[in-house]
């Protein structure tokens, strides 16, 4: 794939653009949290509209350097800032080839938790490790082959929470009990009954993510690592044939994977995707003909619901991403249309500013789950809500099958309207920032 066709080779951007990113994009996207957010400080960039600043300051860049991809120089390493959807591209296909998904950055983080993941391995460990996760999580397909007990674990724990609300004479749906429910339902898929109400576990893991916030400016918090993997892997060794453990159990690259590592991953990623889905039920509940088109699609069997579902949660990621930032290292020089590219250059993909552009995108700031035909996954495109290339999130499909399965079972029989609807106005530009944790939702039985 070829990089922009556009003015050649590398700008070198000055110290006042350092200055610029780091103050509009840098600053806000790390203050609330990059591997386990900070709920204030995500309030308070909603409140504050603070994260479109990123988005202007790389449209700034763009017209300063006529699309080039920026070079900077920071603290002794280079970053190559992007600016164009080829460039994009271009970085993301040839990772592995060119460039690594395990930077520096990224691989210290992660090591507080998950030191062996895939996506921060490297050569045949890295390749042995991504066959398994594809194996395991039915990388590419729509529906994945466990999906009827993943079905039961959604309604058995959904259905619960809504007969309970009813119970309790309260249509309030807050982010505390969709959570709550939300983690019991990965917990099952992903390792099992046993694993329902094991709420600890889940706890160790946030305090490591936490911990991983800091990256290597934190000793890290070996013990407790320790203590996490061992609760962990008891449930791994007495895998629930009907969730991923038992199907991980069953592949022949089990023994070299390190199953483990790559579980941690998994519970890790889920959280953003219940992020994501509760901001896909406020985006229904801010357009509500489009809810009135899910509801009676829903009444004539959850399939033909599904497709438009999922579109609403990768709108939901492309409005506001959960991974905003995807980086890459430069592998060896790299001829940068006729500039050298240096080695360990650390690329950073801004995903607000390509999804979000609204100098080029029309539907920028507006709902439009048109852009993502039949609910599917877009490559090749701007648009990166699972990164892209080798470097894909090998549980895209998993993780929109298990959101539109929970948003069915939450509107088969209830619509939901947004508590504080002058949060998501559909006739203004939606925010650049929603904070799921403050969003609430009544639930009225249809």
């Not at 504050?48 to 990123?54: F, Q």
């Not at 397909?141 to 309604?155: E, K």
């Not at 791994?236 to 790559?262: C, E, F, I, T, V």
């Given at each position: 794939?070829?990089?922009?066709?556009?003015?050649?080779?590398?700008?070198?951007?000055?110290?006042?653009?350092?200055?610029?990113?780091?103050?509009?994009?840098?600053?806000?996207?790390?203050?609330?949290?990059?591997?386990?957010?900070?709920?204030?400080?995500?309030?308070?960039?909603?409140?504050?509209?603070?994260?479109?600043?990123?988005?202007?300051?790389?449209?700034?860049?763009?017209?300063?350097?006529?699309?080039?991809?920026?070079?900077?120089?920071?603290?002794?390493?280079?970053?190559?800032?992007?600016?164009?959807?080829?460039?994009?591209?271009?970085?993301?296909?040839?990772?592995?080839?060119?460039?690594?998904?395990?930077?520096?950055?990224?691989?210290?983080?992660?090591?507080?938790?998950?030191?062996?993941?895939?996506?921060?391995?490297?050569?045949?460990?890295?390749?042995?490790?991504?066959?398994?996760?594809?194996?395991?999580?039915?990388?590419?397909?729509?529906?994945?082959?466990?999906?009827?007990?993943?079905?039961?674990?959604?309604?058995?724990?959904?259905?619960?929470?809504?007969?309970?609300?009813?119970?309790?004479?309260?249509?309030?749906?807050?982010?505390?009990?969709?959570?709550?429910?939300?983690?019991?339902?990965?917990?099952?898929?992903?390792?099992?009954?046993?694993?329902?109400?094991?709420?600890?576990?889940?706890?160790?893991?946030?305090?490591?993510?936490?911990?991983?916030?800091?990256?290597?400016?934190?000793?890290?918090?070996?013990?407790?690592?320790?203590?996490?993997?061992?609760?962990?892997?008891?449930?791994?060794?007495?895998?629930?044939?009907?969730?991923?453990?038992?199907?991980?159990?069953?592949?022949?690259?089990?023994?070299?994977?390190?199953?483990?590592?790559?579980?941690?991953?998994?519970?890790?990623?889920?959280?953003?995707?219940?992020?994501?889905?509760?901001?896909?039920?406020?985006?229904?509940?801010?357009?509500?003909?489009?809810?009135?088109?899910?509801?009676?699609?829903?009444?004539?069997?959850?399939?033909?619901?599904?497709?438009?579902?999922?579109?609403?949660?990768?709108e939901s990621l492309r409005l506001w991403s959960t991974t905003?930032?995807?980086?890459?290292?430069?592998?060896?020089?790299?001829?940068?249309?006729?500039?050298?590219?240096?080695?360990?250059?650390?690329?950073?993909?801004?995903?607000?500013?390509?999804?979000?552009?609204?100098?080029?995108?029309?539907?920028?700031?507006?709902?439009?789950?048109?852009?993502?035909?039949?609910?599917?996954?877009?490559?090749?495109?701007?648009?990166?809500?699972?990164?892209?290339?080798?470097?894909?999130?090998?549980?895209?499909?998993?993780?929109?099958?298990?959101?539109?399965?929970?948003?069915?079972?939450?509107?088969?029989?209830?619509?939901?309207?947004?508590?504080?609807?002058?949060?998501?106005?559909?006739?203004?530009?939606?925010?650049?920032?929603?904070?799921?944790?403050?969003?609430?939702?009544?639930?009225?039985?249809?």
């Amino acid at each position: 794939m070829a990089i922009s066709e556009g003015k050649r080779g590398l700008a070198h951007g000055s110290v006042t653009d350092l200055l610029a990113l780091v103050t509009d994009m840098a600053l806000p996207t790390l203050s609330k949290g990059v591997l386990r957010r900070r709920p204030r400080v995500v309030g308070l960039l909603e409140n504050t509209g603070t994260e479109a600043r990123g988005i202007r300051r790389l449209q700034a860049l763009r017209q300063k350097y006529a699309g080039q991809a920026v070079l900077l120089s920071a603290f002794g390493r280079k970053h190559l800032i992007l600016t164009d959807p080829a460039q994009v591209q271009y970085v993301l296909q040839q990772t592995p080839a060119l460039f690594q998904s395990s930077s520096d950055e990224k691989t210290s983080a992660l090591a507080h938790f998950e030191p062996g993941v895939s996506l921060v391995s490297d050569g045949t460990e890295r390749q042995t490790r991504r066959n398994f996760n594809a194996e395991v999580l039915d990388e590419g397909c729509p529906m994945h082959s466990l999906s009827g007990p993943f079905r039961q674990v959604v309604r058995h724990e959904f259905g619960g929470l809504l007969s309970a609300l009813q119970r309790g004479d309260d249509t309030h749906l807050s982010w505390e009990h969709f959570e709550a429910a939300w983690n019991r339902v990965i917990r099952c898929i992903l390792l099992g009954t046993p694993a329902r109400d094991d709420d600890a576990l889940t706890a160790m893991l946030n305090k490591l993510r936490e911990t991983g916030n800091w990256a290597f400016l934190h000793p890290g918090r070996k013990r407790l690592r320790r203590k996490f993997h061992d609760a962990l892997q008891t449930h791994l060794d007495h895998a629930d044939p009907s969730s991923l453990a038992g199907l991980a159990a069953q592949s022949p690259a089990q023994s070299k994977a390190r199953p483990s590592d790559q579980f941690t991953h998994y519970m890790f990623a889920f959280d953003p995707g219940g992020m994501a889905t509760f901001r896909a039920l406020a985006l229904l509940a801010a357009h509500p003909e489009t809810l009135q088109v899910v509801r009676a699609r829903l009444a004539s069997g959850e399939d033909h619901a599904d497709p438009l579902l999922r579109a609403t949660l990768l709108e939901s990621l492309r409005l506001w991403s959960t991974t905003p930032v995807i980086l890459r290292q430069a592998r060896i020089d790299i001829d940068w249309r006729g500039d050298t590219l240096p080695a360990k250059t650390q690329v950073v993909i801004y995903a607000p500013f390509f999804h979000r552009d609204d100098e080029t995108l029309t539907e920028a700031h507006s709902f439009a789950p048109g852009l993502w035909p039949e609910g599917r996954v877009l490559r090749d495109t701007r648009f990166v809500p699972f990164s892209d290339g080798d470097g894909i999130c090998p549980a895209r499909d998993l993780v929109l099958m298990t959101g539109a399965m929970v948003l069915a079972e939450l509107l088969g029989t209830h619509t939901a309207a947004l508590q504080d609807p002058k949060r998501l106005d559909a006739s203004r530009p939606l925010p650049p920032t929603l904070d799921n944790y403050t969003l609430a939702f009544h639930l009225t039985a249809a």
